[in-house]
């Protein structure tokens, strides 16, 4: 009865900005079974803004986080992270549309989970921004660290390329400072980075730490995470 509850509830929520061109997932039709492989997120939408929410205060609203289900799923388990405060929370559930209350004017990060035959399957990871009462601006999504992957060691060396993917719900990121180096945290060594990697001088047997900065036409800026990776000699 409760799925029936959440599916009411969420499609008076999305119907307005559903993808009406989306075909359901693909099952395989010998088997009688959806793929073995991680679920399809469905809302809220990547990298866009979130007005969906119902029972709004000026703090908090509950968002209905849906995704397609897989007959191969007995639970899910849905990770949401809270990109200002870096706080992670996890629920788990045997629904595919989950209410959850969060804060308004924050940008969050989500990914569903689920345990087949021992082993995670996981969906993508979707950044969106819970809006807020009386903003005009957004401040950027935190860049998303590619590589090296934390903790990564990499053969002898002298230079290492670092990658990250920068993403905005207003669309106006204009550059990236860099922040690099083995102090933990990183001192800033490059600033106004208009791609989305740059190279970097290492020395075999070191750890370093790096970190971006993602800057916006309106001023705003976020900070990533710190990776660190190590050198071997």
């Known amino acids: 009865m409760k799925k029936i509850v959440y ?5 008076m929520l999305l119907v307005a900005c559903k ?4 075909d359901g997932p693909i099952v395989n039709e010998d088997a009688g079974q959806d793929p073995i492989e991680g679920v399809r997120l469905v809302f809220p939408f990547e990298d866009t803004l979130c007005n969906e929410g119902i029972n709004p205060t000026p ?30 929370v996890q629920y788990e559930t045997e629904d595919f549309i989950f ?5 308004r004017a924050v940008a969050f990060r989500w990914f569903v989970t689920y345990n087949f035959q021992g ?23 935190s860049a998303e660290l590619i590589a090296p992957s934390m903790a990564q060691i990499i053969p002898t060396t002298t230079s290492v ?23 933990n945290p990183p001192e800033l060594v490059t600033t106004d980075i208009t791609a989305t990697q740059i190279a970097v001088t ?7 730490y790096w970190q971006i900065v993602t800057k916006d036409a309106e001023g705003n800026s976020s900070e990533s995470g710190v990776f660190q990776f190590r050198v071997l000699d």
């Not at 993808?19 to 989306?22: Q, S």
């Not at 809270?82 to 992670?88: H, K, Q």
């Open 119 to 141: 082993e995670t399957k996981e969906s993508a990871v979707w950044n969106f921004y819970n809006a807020g009462p009386g903003i005009q601006s957004y401040p950027p999504f």
């Open 202 to 208: 290492v020395v075999p047997g070191t750890i370093y």
């Open 99 to 103: 209410p959850v209350t969060i804060e």
């Open 59 to 88: 703090t908090e609203s509950t968002v209905f986080f849906e995704w397609d289900p897989n007959n191969n799923a007995q639970v899910y388990t849905l990770t949401i992270e809270n990109l200002a405060s870096g706080n992670t």
């Open 161 to 183: 390329v670092l990658e990250w993917v920068g993403s905005d719900v207003d669309g106006d990121i204009v550059s990236y400072d860099l922040h690099f180096g083995t102090d």
């Open 19 to 22: 993808d009406t061109t989306d």
């Open 7 to 11: 599916t009411l509830f969420a499609l």
